[in-house]
């Protein structure tokens, strides 16, 4: 029920916004969203960008596993 | 390793199923845990990942992890089930739905079946798909069943502003609307169920942050992780609810860091508290909780559908031998009960939470966590 995926936008006009979801594209509002910017990743949720991803969080996120994983080798 | 823009796979959900990874965080977890504790994870989300993963079985068998009550279909009390199928009955009125809620067995019937019987129920992917319909029906009356919680209450608050900015007369909302931090409390309050940690929810708190979540640790003395639905997030979530514990600290952590930032979203909060405000909400499973639910305010009580027809849904009647409502405060699992896998199927279902995908027992059927 709150199932939220991540999406890309490609284009943005008014409160609605083009994005791609497994290479397909549709259409969806950015009415909850409204800093999004073009190339941003949104969590879509019924028809709704409900957030913008932090690219540099999840970036993080993966270093500091690897980097943990590293440590247990270590 | 990262999948980047064009490669295949989708980026944010792929990295965070990496099996190598996956098995570092539970070789850690391993190494940590020292004591029996209890986890609750709150969203039936995470209650799919954890079924679909086998994480449960993954885990040192010192820690439980149990399911809460964060499914709004199956919270939806029968009583509130009845009203949307009584309304479904109603002349001139076209029933608007996510398709989860067309199942779900309220005391006499379902939506399926009152469509069955020549209602027009119709399931839609999004309020403003409902929307829609309403402006491609001007005789008719289109009611939206509002299910949801923190998460989906913003973009039905957006139908409704939409409507309004667009003079759309016909559109109405049922809210069923339920908000989490209260039922938390409500079920810390009750006791029933010793809890040690809570995995929170990643897409309610992206709504509304992690800072609602703060009473937990601090009035209750339990940890609390926000956590992403992918496998790696449901481990790292438990990784440092296990730190927490052990280490004796309680606090509010978010683990689920690309999706949730403390504040949460405030341009969606201000639109949730524009058109709504709290009101008492019936449960399954806890009964009435006092400022757990949205209602409309009055400033929008021309989209009430509350206000707009009077609803006489008849006596409530509970399925017999049915422990949804025990499921959903985590204090029975649903291979307690009599009823699973027997007279209870997604194909034929007695309580909601074999109806729902996130339901406990429909992850428990079809993912085999039982066996």
């Not at chain 1, 949104?42 to 540099?56: C, M, P, R, Y």
């Not at chain 2, 699992?333 to 406990?360: I, K, N, Q, W, Y």
Request: hydrophobic fraction near 40%; proline fraction near 5%.
């Amino acid at each position: 029920m709150c199932l939220a995926v991540p999406t890309l936008v490609k284009s943005i006009d008014d409160h609605e916004a083009l994005v791609e979801i497994g290479g397909v594209s549709r259409k969806i509002s950015i009415w909850l969203t409204p800093e999004v910017k073009v190339g941003d990743y949104v969590l879509l949720h019924t028809g709704f960008a409900i957030s913008v991803i932090d690219q540099e969080a999840a970036e993080e996120t993966l270093r500091l596993f690897e980097e943990m994983a590293l440590e247990d080798d270590g | 390793m990262t999948t980047k823009p064009g490669q295949k796979g989708i980026r944010f959900i792929d990295e965070y199923r990496n099996t190598e990874l996956s098995r570092r965080v539970i070789e850690r977890i391993y190494r940590r845990s020292t004591r029996n504790i209890h986890l609750m994870e709150f969203c039936g989300g995470h209650t799919v990942t954890i079924a679909r993963n086998g994480i449960r079985q993954l885990l040192p068998p010192a820690i439980e992890m149990l399911s809460g009550p964060g499914c709004p279909v199956c919270v939806t009390a029968n009583r509130d089930l009845d009203r949307a199928i009584a309304l479904a009955h109603e002349r001139g009125v076209i029933i608007t739905t996510f398709g989860d809620m067309m199942k779900v067995p309220g005391s006499r019937s379902s939506l399926q079946e009152a469509k069955a019987q020549g209602a027009d129920v119709r399931i839609v992917y999004s309020t403003l798909d409902a929307l829609q319909i309403a402006r491609g029906n001007p005789e008719k009356s289109v009611v939206f069943i509002g299910i949801g919680f923190e998460t989906t209450a913003p973009t039905i608050a957006a139908s409704i502003l939409q409507a309004q900015r667009e003079g759309v007369n016909n559109f109405f909302v049922l809210s069923f609307l339920k908000l989490c931090p209260p039922v938390i409390k409500a079920l810390l309050d009750e006791g029933e169920v010793k809890l040690d940690g809570i995995v929170c929810p990643g897409h309610v708190s992206t709504i509304i942050g992690s800072h609602p979540w703060e009473f937990i640790p601090r009035d209750y003395a339990i940890a609390c992780v926000v956590s992403g639905f992918e496998p790696l997030d449901v481990l790292q979530c438990i990784e440092m609810l296990v730190a927490q514990i052990e280490s004796g600290e309680r606090r509010v952590e978010i683990a689920y860091r690309r999706g949730v930032k403390a504040e949460g979203n405030q341009w969606a909060l201000k639109q949730i508290d524009i058109v709504f405000e709290p009101c008492s909400a019936l449960w399954r499973g806890m009964g009435e909780v006092p400022q757990s639910g949205l209602c409309l305010r009055e400033a929008y009580e021309r989209f009430d559908a509350e206000r707009a027809f009077e609803i006489d849904p008849g006596p409530t009647i509970e399925h017999k031998g049915c422990l949804c409502g025990e499921v959903l405060r985590g204090v029975k699992r649903p291979t307690d009960c009599r009823l699973f896998r027997h007279a209870c199927t997604p194909e034929h279902p007695v309580g909601p939470c074999m109806v729902s995908s996130e339901g406990s027992c429909a992850a428990y059927y079809h993912y085999g966590a039982d066996l």
